[in-house]
T-cell receptor, first 114, second 115 residues
């Protein structure tokens, strides 16, 4: 049972570098999303997608890009990394939209920008 | 906008003690409410949920009741174990169509259970 798989688990970037966090799910979920987790702030939604070819912004989208070319994959791109993007990133997926749907999370990607 | 407020931690308890972690929310209509748990170095796992007023979610000895009148969803367990040590997040998803699966989280409460 793979569920939601994220790579890499740990990454150190220099300011200004770009990178992509990969996320894949094998549950045929229509909904996928990215959150960042910062101390004392819980998790905040970055971007989400309700199906292949459809993406939208969450609460904190600046500095991040996403695309959804397949149902399975939802990569998160950092265009020009900044120290403020040092965080733990979680990818999540869920079945089609509805009340009380369970959202499944990956194990997280720890990103440090120096 | 929607928000979730939960008690600050860390909370340290002895094994077999009673646990309460308070959670209150602000949202339009009738959101769905969740408790997620995060063990060290892992992602979040759904612990329990409730989708309408007076519903009680329960799992692994944990319980929480959706109280519309007090906009609360407090997490309780009668007897905690060392293995319950983790960070607990209260969260909600919106009532309206189109809000769907977007979760708003509280800041998390760290629980440490000692022998």
């Amino acid at each position: 049972n793979a569920g939601v798989t994220q790579t890499p688990k740990f990454q150190v970037l220099k300011t200004g570098q770009s990178m992509t966090l990969q996320c894949a799910q094998d549950m045929n979920h229509e909904y996928m999303s990215w959150y960042r987790q910062d101390p004392g702030m819980g998790l905040r939604l970055i971007h989400y997608s309700v199906g292949a070819g459809i993406t939208d912004q969450g609460e904190v989208p600046n500095g991040y890009n996403v695309s959804r070319s397949t149902t399975e994959d939802f990569p998160l791109r950092l265009l020009s990394a900044a120290p403020s993007q040092t965080s733990v990133y979680f990818c999540a997926s869920g079945d089609r939209e509805g009340r009380g749907n369970t959202i499944y999370f990956g194990e997280g990607s720890w990103l440090t920008v120096v | 906008g929607d928000s979730v407020t939960q008690m600050e931690g860390p909370v340290t308890l002895s094994e077999e003690a009673f646990l309460t972690i308070n959670c209150t929310y602000t949202a339009t209509g009738y959101p769905s409410l969740f408790w997620y748990v995060q063990y060290p170095g892992e992602g979040l796992q759904l612990l329990l949920k409730a989708t309408k007023a007076d519903d009680k979610g329960s799992n692994k000895g944990f319980e929480a009741t959706y109280r519309k009148e007090t906009t609360s969803f407090h997490l309780e367990k009668g007897s905690v174990q060392v293995s319950d040590s983790a960070v607990y997040f209260c969260a909600l998803s919106p009532f309206f169509t189109g809000g769907g699966n977007k979760l708003t989280f509280g800041t998390g409460t760290q629980l440490k259970v000692e022998l």
